[in-house]
């Protein structure tokens, strides 16, 4: 059996051989790590990717079967982004650096997490019309005919999805947290006209991919990231009125198209957001970061039923321990796996100190586990 079948078997509750041992990749610093370890050569990590060649030469010698996000899309995004460059250099050594989105950072040296938002852009509907809005303009071009139907695709024993893009946490990116706050009490209806303009874009993108391709995508996939440790970053009610009828039309051109597994990558505490996500059509959470307030598909799946499936929840930090601490960990998946329509996968991507012998007697281990 082949990975995408036996990956779309389990989450459409149908019976399998056996359970693939799936990942969500690495830190590029781990990858780094593992050569300086002797684990790895250097060109090994060149250019590793989610879902790419080098991704799947290193699955090989990790014993992964596939990376979840092997997704493919076309240019859905800023076009052009915005010119990124250091604006100020400060006394401590720190730059404040204009990114690609349009955001000012302050960025430290020796600092790898992600760069403090000290400002922004788009404030008000000028600045949207004069720099963003001409950026979100669809065109026929956003979408490469070539790379949709020359590739070596069928090749890959994995399960490929379309990116349906993002619907709320682009505009987060675009405005930052502080901004989009403000927007909300401000101009509500500037918001509301933003995050419409970009889900246009984002829905044509994948309507003209669809249009123009004859390869079948076997899922469709959302990246989000708008919650943190104690819940959504915004309100529900309102991410709800901005964000649900954006969701819903996305999945519909999906299920059209034969993509039933709709998955969506949002950290954090997501329990708030899962209502609506599943009643527009997302019915696959990922990364299930187990996080320190222990998430799980078990209460889920008890409150909302089979529909809501699964691909994520693997505590990764059990990789940087010993194999008592990965099997205890592969022990409390087991019942999730019972469940049908789960598939384990470490909760984000491998972290600097991450063992590499681990993960590889993890990645044999959980393709013995009993479905």
């Known amino acids: 059996m082949d990975n995408t079948t036996r990956a779309m078997n389990i989450l459409n509750y149908r019976d399998t051989d056996r359970m693939p041992a799936v990942h969500f990749g690495y830190w590029k610093e781990l990858l780094q790590e593992w050569v300086e370890l002797g684990?790895?050569?250097?060109?090994?990590?060149?250019?590793?990717?989610?879902?790419?060649?080098?991704?799947?030469?290193?699955?090989?010698?990790?014993?992964?079967?596939?990376?979840?996000?092997?997704?493919?899309?076309?240019?859905?995004?800023?076009?052009?982004?915005?010119?990124?460059?250091?604006?100020?250099?400060?006394?401590?050594?720190?730059?404040?650096?204009?990114?690609?989105?349009?955001?000012?950072?302050?960025?430290?040296?020796?600092?790898?997490?992600?760069?403090?938002?000290?400002?922004y852009l788009i404030k008000d509907r000028k600045a949207y019309e004069e720099l963003l809005k001409p950026k979100l303009q669809y065109t026929e071009d956003r979408v490469d005919p070539d790379y949709f139907?020359?590739?070596?695709?069928?090749?890959?024993?994995?399960?490929?999805?379309?990116?349906?893009?993002?619907?709320?946490?682009?505009?987060?990116?675009?405005?930052?947290?502080?901004?989009?706050?403000?927007?909300?009490?401000?101009?509500?209806?500037?918001?509301?006209?933003?995050?419409?303009?970009?889900?246009?874009?984002?829905?044509?993108?994948?309507?003209?991919?669809?249009?123009?391709?004859?390869?079948?995508?076997?899922?469709?996939?959302?990246?989000?990231?708008?919650?943190?440790?104690?819940?959504?970053l915004f309100a529900p009610d309102i991410l709800d009125d901005l964000c649900a009828k954006h969701y819903k039309k996305r999945n519909d051109l999906a299920n059209k198209y034969g993509m039933k597994i709709i998955s969506l990558d949002c950290d954090g505490c997501i329990d708030q957001l899962i209502p609506m996500w599943l009643e527009n059509g997302v019915n696959t959470m990922f990364p299930i970061e187990v996080g320190v307030w222990n998430a799980s598909i078990a209460p889920w799946r008890e409150q909302y039923g089979k529909e809501l499936r699964g691909v994520g929840g693997m505590n990764k930090n059990v990789l940087s321990y010993d194999k008592k601490a990965v099997d205890d960990e592969i022990e409390r998946l087991k019942p999730l796996i019972a469940l049908g329509g789960y598939i384990p996968c470490p909760d984000h991507r491998l972290p600097p100190r991450t063992k590499y012998e681990l993960v590889q007697y993890y990645a044999e281990k959980i393709k013995t586990v009993k479905i």
Not at 178 to 192: A, E, N, Q, W
Not at 218 to 231: K, S, T
């Open 39 to 119: 684990h790895l050569k250097p060109e090994e990590i060149v250019g590793v990717g989610d879902g790419n060649d080098a991704d799947y030469r290193l699955n090989a010698k990790l014993g992964w079967d596939f990376n979840w996000r092997t997704t493919r899309r076309g240019s859905a995004s800023l076009r052009p982004s915005f010119k990124s460059e250091v604006i100020e250099e400060l006394s401590d050594g720190s730059r404040k650096v204009l990114t690609s989105w349009g955001v000012i950072e302050i960025v430290k040296p020796g600092i790898v997490s992600i760069s403090g938002e000290c400002d």
């Open 149 to 232: 139907n020359n590739n070596n695709w069928d090749e890959i024993d994995a399960p490929i999805g379309l990116e349906l893009g993002s619907v709320a946490g682009d505009i987060r990116n675009m405005l930052t947290l502080m901004g989009m706050s403000y927007m909300i009490y401000d101009d509500y209806d500037l918001l509301d006209e933003i995050v419409s303009d970009y889900a246009e874009l984002q829905y044509k993108v994948a309507e003209r991919t669809l249009q123009i391709t004859d390869f079948k995508f076997d899922f469709a996939h959302y990246w989000e990231d708008i919650c943190y440790r104690n819940g959504p």
